[in-house]
């Protein structure tokens, strides 16, 4: 009986080797696509919330890192993307996160013109309901782009919320709470930028691989 259970053992043990194995070398295999994958999908989002024409530089390797856990949702470190063209700086696009969206964290991409405007938004991220806290993305509803054009100013805080709570943004039917937070973690976006702008762009704490 014994030598069976062992022999049970040592032919488990071997399975369990040879299962570690085959995922350990199946995540080596598509650990470079994956990445492929993530930076087409960041090159897309980059392009769709700072205008293309506006800039002329790597935009994607143009990165540095923030933190302000506070304002962008985060205890890490947040990237800051620097459009310029022709080496001047015209835009910023900036990652914060949504703590509070109805299913956990919700994180954006914000760009901002040097001049204050919100040149457009993204979700990079979400976990919410879909058919609901879903339209956040783009594929599903145009309700991103509501942001574009705007600025921030001590004049216009109240607007930055949604209708249901005063504000000049639509929620959702049926889900109020994704807009919600979505708005607000934009707004303290903007916000940091317009207040940060000079620290950002001179900043030298560059994204992991970048020299």
Known sequence: MTKIISKNGLILAAF???VTA????TQQLTKDAITKQEQRYLLTLLEQVVEPSSY???????CVLVT???VLGRTAAQRAFIAK????????????????GYNGNIDLLV???LQGEVSGVRTLRHTETPGLGDKIEIAKSSWMDSFKGWFLSDNNQSHWRVKKDGGMFDQF????ITPRAVVEATR?????????QTSILQSTQACGGQS
């Open 16 to 18: 369990a080797l040879i």
């Open 22 to 25: 085959i995922v350990t070398l």
């Open 56 to 62: 002329n530089n790597d935009l994607a390797n143009q």
């Open 68 to 70: 302000a856990p506070n």
């Open 85 to 100: 063209n022709d080496g001047s700086p015209v835009a910023i696009a900036i990652e914060t996160t949504a703590p509070n």
């Open 111 to 113: 760009g901002v013109t």
């Open 173 to 176: 039917t049926g889900a109020t």
């Open 188 to 196: 303290k976006a903007v916000e940091y930028v317009n207040s940060h």
